[in-house]
């Protein structure tokens, strides 16, 4: 089992076929160690065989998958059709990916607390949850969950669920955290990006590590990948985050229709 916390990961929604691979061995060839993907995403066996092609042991590669919302009934089934494709027999952390209805969550809690009874996975956690239906699944596991997986970035600074997180001793995990690319265009980060000799890229994703949260760019060409994760070596500074704290805090880019009603 891998031991390193999985601080820097790579998203790989809407990376498919071919780039997906090699976006996946490239990441991995360059030290990252955590490839985020979900049922959804369609792209699993991609995933799975960039892996494989990487030549690195499975040990010290964590992986994130999700399962769908309307698969809460056989998750034990999905979790099973995941791992065929990602060529595994074990996934580190398997999510909820947007939530439905506490019934839904507390069957679909249960079959994750089994399988990881049962060592198909190593973790598990919710996605896109509100405060109080993180709360509910939190009770109802007695504190096992391992993450929440939401959006989160400088224009959407989460500091309620992060204090939850905080007061509950857990992770979250910050999607989008380059607001889906729109953040790079955030002329307000310029000089930030300039003070430090880095990319705009490379300040978001700063921003997060220092939030303690685990961050999951999705990024499909070597040179940004390899500039994604040269942003662990960057330290913003108490002026850059009262900076930070000025920016506009409501910018909300994944809002689908089946989403919940947000707490802010
Ligand atoms: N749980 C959920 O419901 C949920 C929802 C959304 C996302 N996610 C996860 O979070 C991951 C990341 O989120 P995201 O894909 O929405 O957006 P993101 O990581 O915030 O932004 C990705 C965009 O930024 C570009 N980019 C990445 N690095 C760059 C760099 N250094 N310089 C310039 N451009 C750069 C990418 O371009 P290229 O790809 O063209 O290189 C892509 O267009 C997803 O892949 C997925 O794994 C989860």
Same mark, same amino acid.
Request: some cysteine; hydrophobic content about 40%; overall charge negative.
């Given at each position: ?8 990961? $790579?998203?790989?929604?809407? $990376?498919?076929?071919?780039?997906? /691979? &090699? %976006?996946?061995?490239? &990441? ?9 993907? &979900? ?8 995933? #799975? ?6 030549? /690195? ?5 964590? /992986?994130? =998958? ?16 995941? $791992?065929?494709?990602?060529?595994? @027999? ?5 999510? $909820? ?16 607390? !089994? ?5 198909? /996975?190593?973790? +598990? ?18 504190? !096992? ?7 989160? *970035? ?5 500091? %309620? ?8 001793? +857990?992770?979250? =995990?910050?999607?989008?955290?380059? #607001?889906? #690319? *729109?953040?790079?265009?955030? %002329? ?23 939030? #303690? &949260?685990?961050?999951?760019?999705? %990024? ?19 002026? @850059?985050?009262?900076?930070?704290? =000025? ?6 880019? +994944?809002?689908?229709? +089946?989403?919940?009603?947000?707490? @802010?």
């Amino acid at each position: 089992m891998m031991t390193t916390f999985p601080s820097l990961g $790579l998203g790989t929604r809407e $990376l498919t076929g071919q780039q997906c /691979i &090699a %976006a996946v061995q490239s &990441a991995l060839s360059l030290w990252y160690t955590h490839i985020d993907t &979900a049922k959804v995403y369609g792209n699993e066996t991609e995933v #799975g065989q960039g892996i494989q092609r990487s030549n /690195i042991t499975r040990e010290k590669i964590w /992986i994130t =998958t999700k399962v769908w919302m309307a698969e809460y009934g056989r998750v034990k089934e999905s979790c099973e059709e995941s $791992l065929q494709k990602l060529q595994t @027999d074990y996934i580190d952390l398997l999510l $909820l990916h947007r939530p439905t209805s506490l019934e839904e969550h507390e069957q679909a809690l249960d079959s994750l607390m !089994k399988l990881q009874e049962q060592g198909k /996975i190593r973790q +598990f956690g919710v996605s896109n949850f509100t405060l109080a239906q993180l709360q509910h699944a939190w009770e109802y596991t007695n504190g !096992k969950l391992f993450t929440q997986q939401i959006e989160y *970035h400088l224009a959407l600074r989460q500091e %309620a669920m992060k204090q939850f997180a905080d007061s509950h001793h +857990f992770v979250l =995990t910050a999607y989008s955290p380059l #607001g889906h #690319g *729109h953040l790079l265009k955030e %002329a307000r980060l310029l000089p930030l990006a300039e003070k430090h000799q880095a990319s705009v890229a490379q300040i978001c994703i700063a921003w997060l590590l220092h939030q #303690g &949260a685990i961050v999951i760019p999705k %990024a499909s060409t070597e040179a940004r990948l390899a500039e994604n994760f040269a942003a662990q070596q960057l330290k913003l500074d108490e002026k @850059d985050l009262q900076m930070i704290a =000025t920016l506009p805090n409501n910018h909300r880019y +994944f809002n689908p229709p +089946f989403a919940p009603q947000w707490d @802010d």
